[in-house]
Structures are given as structure tokens and as C-alpha cells.
């Protein structure tokens, strides 16, 4: 039902800034969320933000309020991630997904969002 797609990846060295885009291309019905993911080198895939898409709640994962910060754009259905004070710990492949979350929130919990996007490699390394 949705079909994302992410740009905005790449090397940055530490202390830099990236801001990663998702465009859902939607079949059926809106997903009542929008999320973003990353999967560190070896690591289980980590929740980083969710953001409901009719209302404007923003939910993180831990540790990522402080230098991550995701929004929208509801006119052209895309979410970005902000990503500021990269670290060399951040590097992972970062992923946007959809879903209806649970219970009308949108914790980035995996389990819950079905719907994924193919992967944005973000490196941080000098």
C-alpha cells in the first residue's frame, strides 16, 4: 500500500549535518505514521523518530531527541530526519517506514510499521 524512498545519505565527518528525505507514494490508505529507523554495523534495526501524518505528534527513540529531529511535509507526503552533531557512532543504514503504529501513536517500534524504504548509508567517519 505505500512504497517510500529515501534520499540524502552520504559521508559527513563528525560534527557534521545531514538532513535525509522520505517520499510515501501511497496506494490505499494514508498510514497513520511515519517513522525513521537506522541499523548500526552488526546491530538490530533501532527505532529513531516516528511522526503521526494527520496530527503532528513527534515521538524518539532513545537517545536521539537531542541532535535528530524529524518532521514533514504533508503536500508532497514526505518526512525528513534532521541530523545534526554526527558522531562516528551514528553510522548506520537509516531507513524511513510506514504504519498505523499503536493505539494512535507512533513510537518507532519495527513491530508495527510495515511498510519500508530500501536504506540511506550514512557515514561518519574524519
Known amino acids: 500500500q505505500v512504497t517510500l524512498v529515501e534520499s540524502g545519505g552520504g559521508s559527513v565527518q563528525p560534527g557534521g549535518s545531514l538532513r535525509l528525505a522520505c517520499v510515501a507514494t501511497?496506494?490505499?490508505?494514508?498510514?497513520?505514521?511515519l517513522a525513521w529507523f537506522r541499523q548500526l554495523p552488526g546491530k538490530e534495526r533501532d527505532g529513531v523518530a516516528g511522526?503521526?501524518?494527520?496530527?503532528?505528534?513527534?515521538y524518539y527513540g532513545n537517545y536521539m531527541k537531542d541532535r535528530f529531529t524529524i518532521s514533514k511535509d504533508a503536500t508532497n507526503n514526505t518526512v525528513y530526519l534532521q541530523m545534526n552533531g554526527l558522531k562516528p557512532e551514528d553510522t548506520a543504514v537509516y531507513y524511513c517506514?510506514?504504519?498505523?503504529?499503536?493505539?494512535?501513536?507512533?513510537?518507532?517500534?519495527?513491530?508495527?510499521?510495515?511498510?519500508w524504504g530500501q536504506g540511506a548509508q550514512v557515514t561518519v567517519s574524519s
Open positions: 517506514a510506514a504504519g498505523e503504529g499503536s493505539g494512535g501513536y507512533c513510537y518507532p517500534n519495527h513491530l508495527v510499521f510495515p511498510y
Open positions: 501511497v496506494y490505499g490508505n494514508n498510514p497513520a505514521c
Open positions: 511522526i503521526q501524518t494527520r496530527g503532528n505528534s513527534k
